[in-house]
Nanobody, 124 residues
Framework: QVQLVASGGGLVQAGGSLSLSCAAS????????MGWFRQAPGKEREFVAA????????DYADSVKGRFTISRDNAKNTVYLQMNSLKPEDTAVYYC?????????????????WGQGTQVTVSS
């Protein structure tokens, strides 16, 4: 079992940038597929980005493609989400999640362990 702790959220103006981190401990981090999801008030949790265990494959939701970058450092057991050109509609609680598989999925139900979430607020 992997334990996840997300950090780095905050308040930023539209057009600004934020970087989220998710530190993992426990089960071998390098064998997990990692993802970021977000949930805005009154909305369902949605997929943002995912990265394979090696980092060779990344996938993004269309809404963030070209603005967000997911990366990981297996030596530090950490996955990152760099968010640029932020928009007010990016406002949400962001969650990192671990999937104990080598296969990609954008479905939240396919992820086994979740971090506690970090708030990102983008003002217009």
């Amino acid at each position: 079992q992997v334990q996840l702790v997300a950090s780095g959220g905050g308040l930023v103006q539209a057009g600004g940038s934020l970087s989220l981190s998710c530190a993992a401990s426990g089960r071998t981090f390098s064998s997990t597929y990692m993802g970021w999801f977000r949930q805005a008030p009154g909305k369902e949790r949605e997929f943002v980005a995912a990265i394979s265990w090696s980092g060779a494959r990344t996938d993004y939701a269309d809404s963030v493609k070209g603005r967000f970058t997911i990366s990981r450092d297996n030596a530090k057991n950490t996955v990152y989400l760099q968010m640029n050109s932020l928009k007010p509609e990016d406002t949400a609680v962001y969650y990192c999640a671990a999937r104990y598989s080598f296969r990609f999925s954008s479905r939240s139900d396919d992820y086994n362990t979740w971090g506690q979430g970090t708030q990102v607020t983008v003002s217009s």
